[in-house]
């Protein structure tokens, strides 16, 4: 166990844990990463391609290599970096992407054949014999794809969502992030303070610099003290802020219980939305790689990782380990880890003039130049002018520089601006509004500079919407200057890895530039590099070093990609805001919802609504037995619809009558007090938009009703009329839908049904003829709006009570009509009884239609502007030769599909020679055969004639009799009754 | 985005449906002898500016106002908004 | 008297409530509500003697209360008055108004807190895109929850008022419920 001495770990506790089936045993403190490396575990994972062997790089986010599937069974989670994953006791987890053991991939087969796999490989190969594809490469590659596997089982989990709201957003708890939060929440304005980790303090914990001459994380307690004891400052731990979209709205997830073995009662994680005035981004920096000949071996990692494993989690990855480096920082590893008594093999320096920094073995002006041992790191080539000789060391740091975090800072296409002083990408000056960087993000990444920018942040982006704060006393602190060169990889033949995750080499970047793949966009999607989970935080400024290089450009010149959210991956579920199933999204229930549940009604969903299909009877055994019935009773006897879900809009204002005219093709102004009309309306560019009917209540008060799915739109665009067409209009709107409950009363005994329920009232076909509404009462007392109007084609009613009464009403009628053969009905028969009718509906009005399709081209009156009337009167709309007709199958037997498309028979069936297509389709009881609706060529002229409906999909071709569309009552006689 | 509502202040744009160019609220004469080509350019052509429009906004759950947004479309800075309504009257000539 | 049995919003014959520690969630199965626009060239009025508030307020006065919710419109309410054609008497006493019944356009839940503000606030961060700093009592609001669309109203400190529509009832008590169990929990 190489489990050093200190570190912010707890060792009165043990937790234990597997990995690929072994036991291991860590504390409360460590990550799954530094715990496989105190059990001398190196080997974590095998890479995308090749499958070589790899261990952990870093010791955070940015982790390319160290993916495993953390977890089993439904909450088996791919992918989960194992330097993120917070060890508990009973944590499993198994490496990814091998076929057999880790230690024995039957895929590492795949690194012979490299030359084969190398950039842009997938538009150069399986390609040929093209037969090939679908059976072999296809089935192959889907294979081979990803990295973890998904466990197909379904989320247990609850995930939530949130909105807050601050003054100022800190993003990032390190020096800097602590300084401006600090900083703001003593000026007394709202602050949140969040970090992706799971303690404050950032690379504070990783180094061994003293505040105040006292250890770092005695200042962050005291912080944390006072943080606490602020009401107007929230401290988000585990919370990573993954973008910065518009206006100050940033994106977050906190990760509640990720850290526990399960969650309990608490959420698997939230989502929040956070509308911040002023944003302090402090998001540290991440080191860079220096690539060179097998630099991909498990146990070489990132130098400042190898530093915060030692000095945060008492572990060393090898009891004998070298540095490699290009600056001063890498030989801070070698003291901390000396001071902790782990061997140095040497700091291999590549700057001639380095100086030790302290009692370890120094090669200045040299190179890491190769690196031997498959499974874990053995031995070392360092070379210097042209010479070179293997040392011994079980793990090698590599520092290649660091890079800002300036992704957030870039999200609204900024871009980061080359600093060759520091060598570095920092924030460019096109931040997102109200974005203040500090820190290491940017470039004051000393542990003095990072506290005194945070503060200076705070201070600065306060003053800006108007709050004063006063700089703190911040604890004093190393401001030491790091030095550095600018060199970012070793030339040589072997591979050397860039994009650790996605297997892109050095070479990738030179075949990349020899097919002319140099803008770094194209760099990117032809060889693959940061493409992947991590998405190159570790690789890409590097990638495009070498790039610049081989083009003779500057880096500066080569410039970088484009940064998106999210910052690094954001699990669906939490995206999904928390609701699944049934309750994913809203549902809305008819105030007959409960009575038709308990008359064992079928549902149906339409849009956000559930409507009740049909009523099976004892002994019906099927859903078209019950229907044929439905429909025979409601035209035998009376039939009994909710029809509450149709829009219903109160329309009232002393020019109420002349907005309707202008919204309806037809007039309505004309229409009289205590009539009902019925109303189509148009697009502005003459299509069919929505009908429903018009009620005149009284002078200045009317209620329009539009089909189920349009009633939303339709509000929408009565608005849209008053508001910016004719705001002169004396005219108010609002929406009745769900106020009224509305029965739809059916058939010969409708007005036998309803005399039994109004309150004296005469509803004699004298005194409440067709198309007459009336405000009345109903069951001694109760006030009801009462239409006579029919959707079906018989003597049909709609009675609205207030919503409250509406399962009471319809019981009531179901009662009291009983000898009357009162029959509920859904919207299966709703619809066969329009159908048989011959009434448009939605699937009439489906947007590609006009008014003159329909038949109805007279109603749109030429005497008054309406919206839609003049574009309606165009040539190719009036050229149209398509009119609404009815259909039956020559042979009865054979069925009729809505959608089929209508040809003459013995036509070839193509675009050219289409005469239309069938809208609606149901069986008739009444006429015992499919019938259907449709727009067929001069369907007027062709009544009595054969086409043929064409279902090319499912095999079906049948012959049609075209007839009028009004297979019930032609006449409409029963309305009148 | 937050839209600046003129009289509720800032609102997030969840709460809006989108329409578009603010040039709908301009509808031509219907009965006018040249109807026929202005209802052509007003429901068919579009200036696509990349920079600062025009455009409006319902905001469907909030008061139900149309608003006038003037926001730059390379940006997204949201310059003012008003009401649709104070927009049409005043092109119509004064208040009503 | 009508002898039809009305049926609460949530589907049964007694309105729901239920506790969630600090928090109490109450339909509010018996008040009413009329809408009350004002026409063109009418002064505002004052119905019933209620002054009528701006954009974005609510206040109660002799047995009612209102709230802004557009441009020349307001919603009025009148708890324990569902029963009654509230809307008519509206109309009667602002007759140069357009007035809308909408007692049962809308479901309504009463939320009170046990323990002052903060159980309210850490609610409303959870439901909907409002900052509680604007929100005190007398703010009225109609915003997204869920995908539907609520009026919130700040009743006091400690009260708060969800009012949506009534077909979705269930899916409002549902976002409410969850909200309000989760807080407990933690």
Partial sequence: MSRLSGGLIDRSQRLSFTFDGKSYSGHPGDTLASALLANDVRLMGRSFKYHRPRGVVSSGSEEPNALVELRSGARQEPNTRATMAELYDGLIANSQNRVGSLAFDLLAVNDLASPFFAAGFYYKTFMWPKAFWEKLYEPMIRKAAGLGSLTKLADPDDYDKGFLHCDLLVIGGGAAGLAAALTAARAGARVILADEDFRLGGRLMAETHTLNDAPAGDWIAALEAEFDALPNLRVMRRTTVFGAFDHGIYGAVERVSDHLATPGKAVRQTLWRITAKRIVLAAGATERHIPFANNDRPGVMLSGAMRTYANRYAVSPANRVAIFTNGDDGHRTALDLMAKGVEIAGVIDTRTEAKALGKYPLFAGAVVSNAKGRLGLKSLEITRDGTSHWIEAGALGVSGGWNPNVHLASHHRGRPVWDEASLAFLPGTDLPPGMVVAGAAAGRGTTHGALTSGAEAAVAALGAIGITAALPDLPRAEDAPQAQSAFWHVPGKARAWVDFQNDVTVKDVKLARQENMVPVEHLKRWTTLGMATDQGKTANVTALAVMAELTGKTIPQTGTTIFRPPYTGVSLAVLGGGDTGAHFRPRRLTPTHEWAKSQGAVFVEVGQWMRAQYFPRKGETTWRETVDREVLATRAGVGLCDVTTLGKVDVQGADAGEFLNRIYANAMASLKVGMVRYGLMLREDGHAYDDGTCARLAEDHYVVTTTTAQAGPVYRHMEFARQCLWPELDVQLISTTDAWAQISVAGPNARMLLERIVDGFDISNEGFPFMACAELTVCNGLRARLFRISFSGELAYEIAVPARYGAALMGRMVEVGADLGATPYGTEALGVLRIEKGHAAGNELNGQTTAQMLGMGKMVSTKKDSIGAVMSRREGMVAETRTLVGLMPVDATEPVTAGSHLFDEGAAQKTETDLGWITSACYSPHLASGIGLGFLANGKDRIGQVVIAANPLQGQSVRMRVVSPHFVDPEGGRLRD | ?96 | MTDLAPMTALGGSLARAQSFGALAIAENADLALASLAQRRGAAQPVPMGLALPGPGLWHAGNGMAAFWTGPGQWMIEAPGRAAEDFAGAVKQAAPECSVTEQTDAFVAFEIASSAGAAPILSLLAKLVNIDAAGFGPGSATRTGLEHMSVFVIRRAEDRLAVIGMRSAAGSIWHALESAAARLQGE
């Fill in chain 2, 1 to 96: 985005m937050l839209i600046p509502h003129p009289l509720l202040g800032l609102r997030d744009a969840q709460e809006f449906t989108y329409l578009g160019d603010a040039s709908l609220i301009h509808r031509p004469d219907g009965m006018a002898e040249n109807a026929a080509e202005t209802f052509f350019d007003y429901v068919y052509l579009r200036d696509n500016p990349a920079g600062v429009h025009r455009e409006l906004w319902f905001h469907e759950q909030g008061d139900r106002s149309w608003l006038v947004v003037t926001r730059d479309t390379t940006t997204h800075e949201i310059l003012g908004a008003e009401l649709a309504r104070d927009v049409a009257l005043a092109a119509k000539g004064g208040a009503q």
